[in-house]
Every structure is written in C-alpha cells, then in structure tokens.
C-alpha cells in the first residue's frame, strides 16, 4: 500500500556529502513508501528553525527514504549537518506524485526532463516506471558538469541512462547548452518536468507548440505542506490560485501562470 501521511521521528542513517553544497542524506522510514513527485517535510530534532523544510523522496530502499538537499540557508544547512544516527521529524508523504499524470494507453515514451537537483524526484519516477510498460527517456541538465556527475551517481544513474546536458560543457559525452534546447516534444505522449522556473517555463512552452501534455513540479515556500497555512498558493492561468502543498507539486503545465 502507498503511503498514507505519517509524523514520525526518523534516524538518519547514512549522509553523503556530494560537493558544491549537496548531500545525500538517507532516514528511515518503517511506513509504506512515498510515490515518485511525492515530498516530505523534513527537520532535525535537534534545530533553531521553527519549520521543517519540503524536500522531494528521491529514492526508496528498505524501510528508507533518500533525499538529496541542497544547501541554501539555515534549514537546509542544518539538515546537511546533522550527524548519522541522529533523529529528524519527517512528516509525508504529501503532495500528488508523477503517475497521477501518465497518459492511458500511449503509443509513444515519455519524457522525462530535470534542471539541476531537479533529476531527484524524476529519478524516483524513472524508478517506478521501469516496473511498468512505459517507455521513457531521460534527459538531465546541470550547469557545471561536475555536480551532474556527483547527482547522478548518488542517485545510482549510469552516464548511460540519461542524455545529460551541462551548461559549462564539463562533461565527457554530454551536450552543451540548456537542457530545453534538447527537448523534442513532439517524440513524447506526455512530458514530466522538474526545475528551476525558467526551465519549467522552456519547456511548458515548447509542449504547448507541440501540442503534447506537459507536467510540472513546483517549488513555493512552505510552512506546513498540508494545506493548513495557505502560505504555498501558486497563481493558476484562470486567475485562480492552487496550493502547491495539496493541489500539487506537480501540476499540469497548462494550469500553471508562468512568470514572463
Ligand atoms: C515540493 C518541494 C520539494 C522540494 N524538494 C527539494 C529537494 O529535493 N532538494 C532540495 O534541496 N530542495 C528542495 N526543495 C526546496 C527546499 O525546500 C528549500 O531550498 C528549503 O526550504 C530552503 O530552506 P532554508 O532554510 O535552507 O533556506 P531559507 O533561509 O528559507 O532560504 C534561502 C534562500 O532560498 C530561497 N528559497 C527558499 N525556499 C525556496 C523555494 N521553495 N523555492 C525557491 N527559493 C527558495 C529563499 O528565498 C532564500 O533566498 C523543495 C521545495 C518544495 C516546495
Ligand atoms: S504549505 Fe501550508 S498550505 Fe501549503
């Protein structure tokens, strides 16, 4: 059975730094694992934040869940130091996951397509979907080559598996430029997207011109991600707003109001 929301506090069990202020870190989580796109709400016992920090499952194992963290302030620099053997508060799994979105008897792959630490929660569905009849291809973009190498090994993604694309070039066998240059819509039933907004928005744009459905995982600030606060509203095309915490984080491309 895939999970229903849990609170519980979990022991870190492995950590891997991976550089350029990445890190893999590994919890136990003795409950039914998350769906791929699905987040949790994660914070150390031992913390001077007040809120626990959204971060995507990345992987799954044996009564485990792996998040790779980037560090940007204090939340995320406090989870990156936490010592394995420690407790952190998870509480998930939230949010919609990625297969609420496949297309029902498509002929043609799906695309698969990450920006940066984007690849995490597309690795997990790339997980998934090598359990199904769904073909898929993954093409993953980073700006400097060498944490692209860093990501996709702690993810266990061989350089085989991916089209990977970096922006500095400093990658054997790897693209150069943006990661949406790659992108050839039309070869797809349907397009699953995950990084920073412009990106999103890239790629969005070139679905919408070839007329092939594009879904999207959102980033917001979050203070509870379970549709208590109010505080993650995203503004939708119609004028409207979604909660990214309940309504998403994946949401179709179609619904999302992209920023110029
Ligand atoms: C559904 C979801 C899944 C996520 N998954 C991951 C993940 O797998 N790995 C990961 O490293 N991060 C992920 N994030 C982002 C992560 O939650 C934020 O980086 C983190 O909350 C920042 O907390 P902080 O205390 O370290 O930084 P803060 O001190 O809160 O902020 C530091 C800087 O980052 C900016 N910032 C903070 N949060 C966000 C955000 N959500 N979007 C854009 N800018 C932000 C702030 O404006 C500020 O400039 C996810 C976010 C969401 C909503
Ligand atoms: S984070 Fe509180 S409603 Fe979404």
């Given amino acids: 059975m895939k999970g229903e929301k849990r609170s519980l506090g979990c ?27 699905q987040f949790f709400m994660v914070k150390p016992a031992r913390t001077s934040v ?38 952190a508060l998870l509480t998930g799994p939230l949010g919609k996951g990625w297969a609420a979105f496949l297309p029902q008897n498509a002929v043609k792959p799906v695309m698969l397509i990450s920006g940066g630490l984007g690849i ?10 090598r359990h199904t009849s769904v073909s898929f291809d993954l093409l993953a973009g980073f700006v400097r080559g060498a944490d692209g190498e860093n990501i996709l090994s702690a993810l266990g993604i061989g350089m085989d598996e991916a089209i990977i694309v970096s922006e500095d070039g400093g990658l054997q066998n790897a ?3 943006l990661v949406t240059r790659f992108l050839d819509a039309q070869k797809y039933s349907a397009v699953f997207a995950c990084g920073p907004p412009a990106m999103l928005r890239s790629a969005a744009l070139l679905c919408r011109e070839a007329g092939t459905p594009c879904f999207v995982s959102l980033e917001t600030r979050m203070a509870c991600g379970t549709g208590a606060c109010l505080g993650c509203a995203v503004p939708a095309r119609d004028g409207t707003y979604r ?5 998403g984080p994946v949401f179709d491309a179609e619904d999302v109001f992209f920023d110029e």
């Fill in 11 to 37: 022991r870190l069990r492995a950590k891997a730094p991976l550089g350029g202020g990445l890190v893999r870190l590994d919890f136990e989580w003795p409950f039914a694992p998350p769906r791929a796109g």
């Fill in 243 to 247: 909660h990214c915490c309940t309504d």
């Fill in 50 to 87: 007040f809120l626990a920090r959204p971060l995507s499952a990345a992987a799954c194992g044996e009564e485990s869940v792996a998040f790779l963290a980037a560090v940007r302030g204090k939340g995320t620099a406090e989870l990156a130091a936490m010592p394995p053997g420690e407790e």
């Fill in 120 to 129: 995490a929660p597309l690795a997990a569905f790339g997980a998934e979907l």
């Fill in 175 to 177: 693209k150069r430029g």
